[in-house]
């Protein structure tokens, strides 16, 4: 009896490793888009400004939406935010808490100046990517943020009809200073929380709450790794006219690509001196020097 139930128990643990393999791997491979923009937009044609910048910001959503096992934040127990696959959920409450913020400037600052009207399209993209990230129905997330991927998309095609239909992106340093103030706030937001020992209502930070820190500040990094990518693009004339606004945009890129992309086996929170890695201390590392280089852009572009 006692060798049945031995053998019982072995198989579950095997099958639970499996899972937690399963999920490991299966993250990895998630947390790369298959989206590149000089391959989308190659450096050697022109384009109309706004486009690369919406049109990344569309294939960002669009890959947590039609990706792995889609949004999670919504699911069943097991696939939701506090069991099994809530590591990709927490991440992708930190992505679309940077999509958010990052739509939201397009909208208010960097396609519009002064006594301008919003861009239609914008306007709904914004307010659709405030759904609740938990809601399944009435409406569901997915329906809201599908909705606000085809407004981005219909705001590109904007861009191309004659007259054009939509606001271009203006191209204007004061404008841009915007973003990296919202950009450096999330990341403040993250590195309060990588660091934070107590919650909000005093209780400690338990091991298993170490996670969802770690990836939610992770999908801040992931949004802002190939946003800035797509920025580049589309202030290039800025950045060859400031040679050292391209490099520091390069030195802040490469931080955040490291960022978005930490997958240990385990998160662990281990002590300074111990003999255990705290993976919250690591990714804050390249969080702290993705801020301070967004603070030097900022710097920059008011001069």
């Known amino acids: 009896m006692l060798r049945r139930y031995a053998i019982y128990l072995a198989l579950i643990l095997l099958g639970w490793g499996a899972i937690i393999l399963a999920l490991h791997f299966g993250q990895k491979y998630h947390d790369r888009l298959p ?57 992708q409450l930190g992505i679309i808490m940077a999509v958010r913020e990052t739509c939201r400037v397009f909208k208010d600052h960097l396609t519009k100046i002064s006594s301008n009207q919003y861009d239609p399209n914008l306007v709904i993209a914004d307010t659709d990517f405030r759904n609740d990230p938990f809601k399944w129905i009435f409406p569901s997330a997915e329906s809201k943020y599908e909705d606000g991927i085809r407004h981005l998309r219909a705001y590109v095609a904007g861009l191309h009809t004659r007259p054009p239909t939509s606001r271009p992106l203006n191209q204007r340093n004061i404008e841009l200073i915007r973003l990296f103030q919202a950009w450096t706030d999330l990341l403040g937001d993250a590195h309060a929380n990588l660091y934070r020992t107590r919650k909000d209502n005093g209780d400690p930070v338990y091991p298993w709450d170490v996670d969802d820190y770690f990836y939610h500040a992770q999908g801040y990094a992931h949004v802002m790794f190939h946003m800035m990518k797509a920025v580049r693009r589309e202030y290039s004339n800025s950045l060859r006219v400031k040679p050292v606004l391209a490099t520091l945009f390069d030195e802040t890129i490469a931080p955040l690509g490291k960022a978005a992309v930490m997958k240990p086996l385990i998160v662990l929170d281990g002590s300074p001196t111990g003999l255990f890695a705290n993976h919250r201390r690591n990714l804050d590392a390249y969080i702290t020097e993705a801020r301070q280089k967004m603070y030097s852009i900022r710097e920059e572009l008011e001069r």
Do not use: C, Q
């Open 35 to 91: 989206y590149d923009v000089d391959k989308a937009f190659p450096p050697d044609k022109p384009f109309v400004p706004g486009e690369i910048y919406a049109t990344t910001l569309a294939e960002i959503m669009d890959h947590e939406l039609h990706t792995g096992f889609g949004w999670r934040p919504n699911d069943l127990v097991i696939w939701g935010p506090y069991l099994m696959a809530d590591n990709n959920s927490d991440r």
